[in-house]
């Protein structure tokens, strides 16, 4: 397959991404932002349209690939990474996303979360998480916080949740970043940088569902609340937030803590300074940990970003290697392997 | 060559055809001695038929019952189908291997002990009171009691081995002295060792050592007086190899792919007995061939089913359990109308059941196992080599129409192995591929006129961007569609398919008269067992027609009509019934079920005898 340079070609706009079909989400849907954003930004990824593969399981956000004009593949309930990785393996040449939800991926299709995550195969996960089943109209999800009523949690669901950042760190995710379906720059921003990353890129997206969960996200998304209640990560800068830029984190041993830095106890050069390719993840895992402690922001940006060799590239390469080497498949050869007698 | 054909006092005996049993503990090498035993076999001419009995624990303690490790082989001047339902020799280097396999030895069948297996506390372990060597127990049965650790561990005296390594090489004595009683030729297996054992030369020196001493010892000792001569087979001429199903099943699908010039793609998961499969491909990527051994079986469906639709010919290998947990798949490549390949080694169940053991019951599984109207195509391999034919024609079939093929092996014939006259790469039919590239007017599921298949349009082809999923299609255009007549015209479509795959099958063949009083009907790899049974029943002077099908979803269009020629049917199955079932429902005939469900293939003389029954009454 020709890599056909996207310089050739005329340069995308946000309409070439979209499909013929018509979007059916809910109206109101946090899935409509994060599909015009990934429209808006992917002219700027740099692969030809025919090269781009969505791949999905079963949800609400497993509908995003017929709304892209890009190759699309709906699979089945939980499977789209393993699809997905089948598709890279085969096709290394090809630029795979899966778009998925937090049953989809958190739930029925953990293992193969988990375990795309570390073979580091050359995937973009996004993960719509509106901490809610959807599309089977409003059960509790592997996201859901602990004690949240709905249909099938009558009395308060006595699970504890995921913390899907701290999850994909966990399974050696080499790119993690969480984003917001209600903040377009940096969903945009996010979306982009998980397209130049080689390996398994996941990013959580915040995504709210107005029909059945509606709200869950809004203490970080809705202007007067977001300021105190989200810390925006960039690399190699401290962690500052508030509305006037006036509070940090500051490590306190291996304990994030909230501090002033107005009022000349502690400047910006005491506070955590974000490093995404620390070799050590430690400090991403703190910043995962955040995530549900109600004393602290929420962290949003790339947590970590590592380079380690894709599954999808070794594989390849063993093939390469074993067809310099050894014959190039001579069918004959590899039928008259081991003792053979002839009968006359 | 270097049999002893000086042997002057001993008499030979020519034979048609011997059944050698070696049995041992797991740790004694019994199915090397009789993979080189086969090899000498083959190379002597014989037509011959193996069958390894592996103790389903990985180690399990020495000298137990369930740690018996046994090969047989069955081989003869004539065909030979099956391994042999009862063995002539019995080659016992332990107590547990002797209790373990009597039972399938033959009244009069010689078994060779190994004396220093016979300890006390093997005895013991085998649940032996006392020596059956000595007790008498075994009058029934020419008994020779020959010292094979101590010859061996004489013979090698003076190379200063280590006595763990000298144990090592008994299998080597015992192996010489059926090559001495059988006459086959020992340097294929002497090659062997010199080549096994490159870099070790003292293990060269002490393994042949060991087969030479074996080999001189029946020549000089007094207690054998008989030595046998089993001469060659008439076979097709060629050039022939020993191989198994499971190797068999590898090499096809690599044909397959090598002959559609695409890259093969296995998404496997380790399952007994089917992990060879992924073993033997993943040995060949210079054929352009990618192994994946998934996270589970449902990943390794799925990644195949990915691989396919980037355009490789997507297999994937496992047995019940885990077809079990493919099916959902199965289905979203029903709908997305995907080549793909689906091999299942079928063992014994349900569930776990009996993981080592062989078994025909999938096959309701295999052709209805899905949610709603979901019909795929599905073959069975006859024999072992057939494995190799059938994985091809799977392969074919899933291309030229688009479609999920399931093929049905069992670890009969994976395991098992015959001679395998090994084809011309040339002489292969190549199998046509078209990716679809033209943008103009492009319909993802518009169809082939005579297939009914859809386009193959990959990733990667300018103008194409589509979408294919799991939720119902609209005809042509394949966007997301519920409308009812769209549902039912689709529903046909998917079926007429698979039922259009007929017209592009052979008829099945009949071998006997094509009309009379009994008809048998197999499927899988009842074969061997059921054409030994005809052919005996036939010699007894017994009309009985055979027919063997390897096409069962769809049938072979004549089967309706040479089912209504016979006043009986006979449907041997290692089920409950399932082919006679379907027989019985899609064409109305009384078929009559043989089944057996023990984890093991019929004997011939199990269905020799019911032959006579139903000819009888
Ligand atoms: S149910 Fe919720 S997540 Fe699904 S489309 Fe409607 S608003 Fe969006």
Same mark, same amino acid.
């Given at each position: ?95 795979? /996303? ?16 988990? +375990? ?69 720059? +940096? ?9 130049? +990353? ?23 998304? *809705? ?38 830095? @107005? ?5 910006? @050069? ?13 400090? !991403? ?60 | ?19 050698? +049993?070696? !049995? ?109 060597? *000595? ?87 007094? %207690? ?31 044909? !397959? ?70 099916? *959902? !798949? ?144 609209? @005809? ?24 259009? %795959?007929?017209?592009? %099958? ?16 197999? /499927? ?88 006579? *029954?139903?000819?009888?009454?």
């Amino acid at each position: 397959m020709a890599d056909t340079a996207v310089k050739e070609q005329k340069k995308y706009t946000a309409k070439d991404f979209q499909s013929d079909q018509d979007v059916r989400w809910c109206p109101g849907c946090g899935d409509y932002s994060i599909l015009a954003q990934t429209q808006r930004v992917f002219p700027d990824i740099g692969v030809n349209k025919k090269d781009i593969v969505w791949v999905s399981g079963i949800g609400c956000s497993s509908r995003f690939p017929y709304y892209m004009d890009t190759y699309g593949l709906h699979g089945i309930h939980g499977r789209a990474p393993a699809i997905a990785s089948g598709l890279k393996m085969a096709r290394p040449d090809l630029s795979v /996303w899966v778009a998925t939800g937090d049953g989809d991926l958190l739930s029925i299709g953990g293992n193969h979360f988990i +375990h795309a995550c570390r073979r580091n195969i050359d995937l973009k996960i996004v993960l719509f998480n509106n901490q809610i089943y959807g599309l089977t109209k409003g059960q509790y999800s592997p996201t859901s916080e602990f004690g949240k009523i709905t249909k099938s949690s009558p009395h308060g669901s006595v699970d504890h949740p995921f913390n899907p950042v701290a999850l994909a760190l966990g399974a050696e995710c080499t790119f993690v970043a969480r984003t917001l379906d209600r903040d377009p720059k +940096h969903l945009q921003s996010i979306i982009k940088a998980a397209g130049e +990353h080689t390996g398994t890129a996941f990013i959580e997206v915040y995504q709210n569902c107005n029909v059945f969960n509606d709200g869950a996200f809004f203490h970080l998304t *809705e202007k007067g609340q977001k300021e105190d209640n989200v810390v925006a990560l960039e690399h190699g800068k401290p962690l500052v937030f508030g509305a006037n830029q006036d509070k940090g984190v500051r490590l306190d041993g291996f304990t994030p803590k909230i501090v002033s830095i @107005d009022n000349g106890e502690y400047s910006k @050069d005491d506070l955590f300074v974000h490093d995404e390719n620390a070799d050590n993840d430690v400090l !991403a895992y703190i910043l995962s940990r955040m995530t549900y402690d109600p004393e602290l922001p929420t962290p949003i940006g790339v947590f970590r970003k590592t380079q380690k060799t894709t599954y999808d590239s070794e594989m390849q390469n063993q093939v390469n290697k074993a067809r310099e080497k050894r014959s190039d498949g001579d069918l004959d050869e590899l039928f008259n392997k081991g003792e053979t007698w002839v009968v006359e | 060559m270097e049999n002893n054909k000086s042997t002057k006092q001993k008499k030979t005996e020519t034979l048609d055809e011997v059944v050698i +049993h070696f !049995a041992g503990d797991s740790g004694d090498g019994m199915q090397l001695t009789g993979t080189q035993f086969t090899t000498s076999s083959a190379i002597a001419g014989n037509d011959l038929n193996t069958f390894p009995d592996f103790p389903a624990e990985i180690r399990a303690p020495a000298g137990t019952t369930y740690g018996v490790s046994g090969f047989q082989i069955h081989f003869g001047s004539r065909k030979i189908h099956t391994p042999g339902d009862r063995s002539d020799v019995l080659v016992a280097m332990n107590p547990a291997a002797l209790r373990v396999n009597l039972k399938h030895l033959r009244d009069g069948g010689i078994i060779i002990a190994n004396n220093q297996g016979f300890t006390p506390k093997n005895l013991k372990l085998a649940g032996y009171e006392k020596n059956p060597l *000595e007790d008498g127990s075994l009058s029934n049965y020419q008994v020779y009691r020959v010292d094979v650790s101590k010859l061996t561990a004489n013979a090698l005296e003076d190379l200063n081995l280590g006595s763990k390594v000298v144990e090592r090489c008994k299998n080597f004595f015992a192996l010489g002295l059926m090559y001495w009683m059988y006459d086959r030729p020992v340097e294929p297996t002497i090659n062997w060792i010199k080549d096994k054992f490159k870099s070790k030369p003292e293990l060269i020196e002490a393994n042949t050592r060991a087969l030479k001493a074996g080999l001189h010892y029946g020549d000089i000792t007094e %207690i054998f007086t008989t030595r046998y001569e089993v001469k060659p087979a008439k076979l097709e001429p060629g050039t022939y190899r020993n191989i198994t199903g499971n190797a068999a099943l590898a090499l096809g699908f690599i044909t !397959a792919a090598k002959k559609s010039e695409l890259e093969l793609y296995l998404g496997a998961y380790p399952i007994t007995p089917a992990s060879d499969v992924l073993h033997e491909l993943s040995q060949y990527k210079n054929f352009n061939v990618k192994t994946f051994q998934a996270e589970d079986e449902i990943a390794a469906i799925t990644a195949a089913i990915g691989a396919s639709y980037g355009g490789s010919l997507g297999i994937t290998a496992t047995s019940g359990p885990g077809m079990a947990l493919k099916m *959902e !798949a199965i289905g979203l490549a029903v709908m997305m109308e995907l080549p793909l390949v689906i091999a299942d080694i079928q063992r014994g169940g349900p569930s776990t059941g009996l993981p080592t053991k062989t078994e025909q019951a999938d096959l309701f599984q295999a052709i209805f196992g899905r949610n709603s109207e979901a019909p795929v195509c599905v073959l069975a391999a006859a024999t072992p080599s057939d494995c190799f034919n059938i994985a091809y024609e799977a392969s074919r079939i899933a291309i030229k129409y688009m479609t999920p093929v399931i093929l049905l092996s069992d670890g009969y014939i994976a395991n098992g192995s015959e001679p395998w006259r090994i084809p011309k790469a040339k002489d292969l039919d190549t199998i046509p591929v078209k990716f679809h590239t033209d943008p103009e007017n492009f319909m993802p599921y518009s169809r082939d006129e005579k297939t009914l298949a859809r386009p193959w349009a990959i990733p990667g082809t300018p103008g194409l961007e589509h979408r294919i999923g799991g939720l119902e299609k609209q @005809d042509l255009t394949g966007n997301v569609n519920y409308e009812p007549e769209n549902h039912q015209k689709m529903v046909n479509y998917r079926a007429e398919k698979i039922e259009r %795959i007929a017209d592009d %099958i052979p008829d099945v063949e009949i071998s006997g008269e094509r009309e009379g009083d009994l008809l048998i009907v197999g /499927w899988g790899s009842t074969y061997g067992s059921i054409t030994s049974a005809v052919e005996r029943s036939r010699a007894k002077g017994k009309s009985v027609s055979q027919i063997h099908l390897r096409h069962l979803n769809p049938f072979p269009k004549n089967l309706g009509e040479i089912l209504y020629n016979f006043k009986k049917v006979l449907v041997p199955e290692l089920n409950m019934g399932q082919l006679s079932t379907i027989l019985r429902s899609k064409y109305l005939v009384p078929a009559i079920s043989y089944n057996k469900v023990q984890g093991l293939p019929f004997k011939a003389e199990e269905l020799e005898n019911k032959i006579d *029954e139903l000819l009888r009454g």
